[in-house]
C-alpha cells in the first residue's frame, strides 16, 4: 500500500476514533464505510484491521469490568456469536470474488441500520428476555462481524433494552465485542489470512487509535452530545446511502 493511500485511511481511522470517543459509536461503521466508498483499500483488509484495532482496545479496557455480567445472557449470545463470525468470514470471501456489488449493498444496508438503530432509544423491558432472543441477536451481529468486523447493531440494540443496568450492559457489550473480535482475528490467523499488509496496516492504526482516543478525551467539540449523536447520525446515513445507491448499477449490470 503506497502512501497516497494509506495517508487517507489512517485519517479516517482517527475521524472516526474521534466520533466514537465523544459519541460512544461510529468507529467501525464509518472506517468501513468511508474506505469502501472512496476504495481505499479491500473490504477483507479494513475489516481484518478493524478486528484486530477493536481487540486491541477492547484487551486493554476489560480487566476490571467483568463484574455484574449476566453470564447466562453472555453465553447465550456467544452460542449465536461463534458460528455466525466464520459464516460471515467466509461469505465475505465468495463475495468479494464473485459479487462485489452485492458486498457493497450489503455493507450499506448494515451502516443505516446500524445508524437507525443508535438514533432509537429502545424501549426497557420490564423482564429479561429469552436465551434463544440473546443467541438470535448474537447470530446476526456475529455475522455482520464476520463480514464487515462491525458487530455492534444488533447486540447493543438487545442489551439496552434489558432490565439492566447501564454500567452492567456497557461491561457485557465489551466481553461481548472482545469476543467477536478475537474470533474473527484468530480464525483469520489461523487459515493464514492476516497477511503483511494487514498487519503494518493495524501496526499504524493502534497508536493512531490511542491518540485520537485521548484527544477526543481532552478536547471534545463544544456541541452537546445530543448534537454530536445527530452529526455521527446523518455521517452514517449519508455513507449507507451513497453506498447503496453506487452498488445498485453494479449489481443491475451482473
Do not use: K
Not at 472482545?178 to 492476516?194: A, D, E, F, K, M
Amino acid at each position: 500500500m503506497n502512501a497516497e493511500t494509506l495517508l487517507p485511511l489512517i485519517l479516517v481511522i482517527a475521524v472516526a476514533t474521534y466520533f466514537q470517543t465523544v459519541t460512544g459509536f461510529g468507529l467501525g461503521m464509518i472506517v468501513m464505510g468511508a474506505t469502501s466508498g472512496m476504495h481505499l483499500a479491500s473490504v477483507a483488509t479494513v475489516a481484518a484491521v478493524v478486528s484486530l484495532v477493536t481487540l486491541t482496545n477492547s484487551v486493554v479496557a476489560l480487566p476490571g469490568r467483568l463484574h455484574d455480567i449476566d453470564w447466562r445472557a453472555a453465553r447465550a449470545a456467544s452460542v449465536g456469536i461463534l458460528p455466525a463470525i466464520v459464516t460471515g468470514v467466509l461469505l465475505l470471501e465468495y463475495l468479494s470474488s464473485a459479487a462485489a456489488g452485492v458486498l457493497q449493498l450489503l455493507l450499506g444496508i448494515v451502516i443505516v441500520q446500524g445508524s437507525i438503530g443508535f438514533a432509537l432509544r429502545p424501549v426497557q423491558l420490564d423482564e429479561r428476555s429469552s436465551d434463544f432472543s440473546f443467541a438470535a441477536s448474537g447470530f446476526f451481529s456475529g455475522l455482520s462481524g464476520g463480514l464487515f468486523g462491525v458487530a455492534g447493531p444488533p447486540l447493543i440494540f438487545q442489551f439496552y433494552r434489558q432490565p439492566m443496568e447501564p454500567v452492567a450492559v456497557r461491561n457485557m457489550l465489551l466481553l461481548l465485542f472482545t469476543i467477536t473480535s478475537g474470533t474473527r482475528s484468530l480464525y483469520l490467523g489461523v487459515q493464514g489470512r492476516l497477511d503483511g499488509e494487514i498487519w503494518t496496516l493495524a501496526a499504524v492504526a493502534v497508536p493512531v487509535v490511542a491518540l485520537a482516543t485521548v484527544i477526543g478525551r481532552r478536547y471534545p467539540p463544544p456541541l452537546a452530545a445530543r448534537t454530536m449523536r445527530r452529526i455521527v447520525f446523518l455521517v452514517l446515513m449519508l455513507i449507507g446511502a451513497y453506498l447503496v445507491m453506487s452498488a445498485v448499477p453494479a449489481i443491475a449490470d451482473f
